[in-house]
């Protein structure tokens, strides 16, 4: 056993977190394009510069660049030093919650497909099957080694996508209007998968509160009205986070009180 000095795990962490952040931006632009996203590198999308590996530096380049492109100083998304520090913040979350266990390594790719997901979701409004669908195999694979197990991940899967379906089929059926995408069904399977079937009936609970809230703040303030779709992927994906790092100890307090 190796004797880190303290906060070594921490600093590298968050290092990681950085540079995975910085992939997961190349995601968010590319997949909703249907493009590669390791071929070719990243180039200005103003002036088709190609990115040298300081301009690539996850935050700190956008720090020194003052946000503008080097070569025709074209404004860059503020999008892409938020999504890298977000990530290296929730992965240090992860590491606070979960430790260095192999736990960890699951949750962190996991919470990685959120922040896609979410991101695509609040642009786009879409969730790709690129994302979902391996999700759902990987997720269920995990299961095998680590928590929820494989028959927990196998009725999560089943009653996340069965659940959201229904509701679609249901609402579609008395409305004649799509309430929901199956991205939406296709996602929640996914965290079902990952995360077992408790966990999942949490998140659809706090994802379902997270919208009410969500949309009576956007109407009080009048950016939204009834008729204002809030993309639901977002709220699955907050909601999806929080069970991931305290489902367990949420649904256990829960169940104490009944
Ligand atoms: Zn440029």
């Given at each position: 056993m190796i004797d880190f000095p303290p906060g070594f795990a921490a600093l590298s962490v968050a290092v990681v977190g950085l540079c995975v952040g910085s992939f997961?931006?190349?995601?968010?632009?590319?997949?909703?394009?249907?493009?590669?996203?390791?071929?070719?590198?990243?180039?200005?999308p103003g002036c088709g510069r190609a990115l040298a590996w300081y301009d690539n530096l996850p935050v700190f380049s956008y720090l020194a660049l003052r946000g503008r492109c080097r070569g025709c100083r074209a404004p860059i998304s503020a999008r892409y030093p938020i999504i890298e520090a977000l990530t290296a913040g929730i992965f240090l979350w992860h590491l606070a919650v979960f430790d260095l266990t192999p736990l960890f390594f699951v949750r962190v790719a996991f919470a990685s497909a959120l922040i896609v997901l979410f991101a695509i979701d609040l642009e786009h409004q879409i969730l790709p099957d690129r994302i979902t669908l391996p999700g759902i195999v990987i997720g269920f694979a995990c299961s095998f080694f680590l928590p929820p197990g494989p028959i927990a991940s196998l009725t999560g899967l089943l009653a996340g996508g069965g659940l959201l379906w229904g509701i679609a089929e249901a609402w579609y059926r008395l409305r004649k209007v799509e309430a929901m995408g199956f991205g939406d069904v296709k996602m929640l399977a996914m965290i079902g998968a990952v995360l077992g079937i408790r966990a999942v009936i949490l998140t659809f609970v706090l994802s379902s509160m997270l919208g009410g809230l969500v949309g009576v703040v956007l109407i009080a303030t009048r950016r939204a009205?009834?008729?204002?779709?809030?993309?639901?992927?977002?709220?699955?994906?907050?909601?999806?986070l929080v069970?991931?790092?305290?489902g367990e100890a949420i649904v256990t307090w829960y169940l104490a009180k009944l």
């Open positions: 997961l931006n190349v995601c968010i632009y590319r997949v909703p394009l249907k493009r590669s996203v390791v071929h070719p590198g990243s180039a200005c009205d009834l008729a204002t779709k809030v993309p639901f992927g977002t709220m699955l994906a907050a909601a999806a069970a991931s790092l305290y």
